[in-house]
């Protein structure tokens, strides 16, 4: 498990100056290979791997399985998701919401990205294919959830709707980590990521038994309870202690020019269930009422 083993490293990969460059981070400062240093605001991101996919789990968090079931009993086994790598996104990159859609939902998540050839592997051979640990935002719109909650396609596969970063961290024991999401600065989401269902040797393990992951692929490992909509000028940011804290803000943009397909349904009961969450079910800390 030597990704989990000190010292602490980050790789990020930036844009500065119109070039773009796989850094490092340390001590707050974005570090050249050639020895030259920047500071964050002086660059732009870019997500911090080049992914081939990007596959997702449905619920991995007992908090989250318990706000939509009302039970404390977790599934027997995960079931996943995937998200076009058209989705990629990153850190202060634009979350973007369409016109005349209403329920955009904030899941705070830690990534899991790809060091080598993964295929076939045990639970505990899992933890040594991995390269590092990105805090990631499986942003949705849930208004497509009559008729893509199936595939997730388009709830959760809209341009923009993965960001990651802003670095990729190694020797970090994320197992002790915390996952918390913060809307405008208000903490709205906390889990350890000890609470997960499936830890990531597992969820690796069950998918690579059929599926072959590549360096830089990305997994999603779930996301609290309490994922609830946002609106254009919102910032959300998801931190996983140790490892960082990804920044992305909501823009409104020009609903789609076609009027062909499946419209919007955010009036709809099951949109609303899933969108608005049980609030009855929450700690206190996240009650709003």
Known sequence: MSVLEGP???IRHVIKDGSAYWVEFKDGKIVFADGRTAEEKDVVHLPPCNPTKILCVHVNYISRYYEFN??????????????????????KGELVKPKGYKY?????????????????????????CIAGFAPANDFGCHDFRDTDAGSMLRVKGMD??????????????????TLRSYKNGKMV??????????????????LARHITFLPGDILLTGTPAN????????????????????????????????????????????VRRVALGNEERLPDKFKTK
Not at 189 to 206: H, K, M, N, P, T
Not at 244 to 262: C, H, I, M, Q
């Open 8 to 10: 602490r490293k980050e």
């Open 160 to 177: 923009g709707f993965c960001p990651i970063g802003p670095g990729l961290v190694s020797g970090v024991d994320v197992r002790q980590s």
């Open 70 to 91: 009302n039970t404390h009993m977790p599934p027997k086994t995960p079931t996943y998701f995937q998200k076009p790598l058209t989705a990629l996104n990153a850190h």
């Open 189 to 206: 989401q906390e889990g350890a990521v000890s609470e997960q269902i499936f830890d990531c040797g597992y969820l690796i393990a069950d």
């Open 227 to 270: 994922s609830r909509p946002l609106e254009a000028g919102d910032t959300i940011d998801i931190e996983v202690t140790g490892v960082g804290r990804l920044s992305n803000t909501v823009v409104e943009t020009p609903a789609p020019r076609a009027a062909e397909g499946f419209p919007p349904s955010p009036d709809s009961e099951g």
């Open 104 to 128: 955009v939902n904030y899941e705070g998540e830690m990534a899991v990205v790809f060091s080598k050839v993964t295929k076939n592997v045990t639970r505990e051979e899992a933890w040594d």
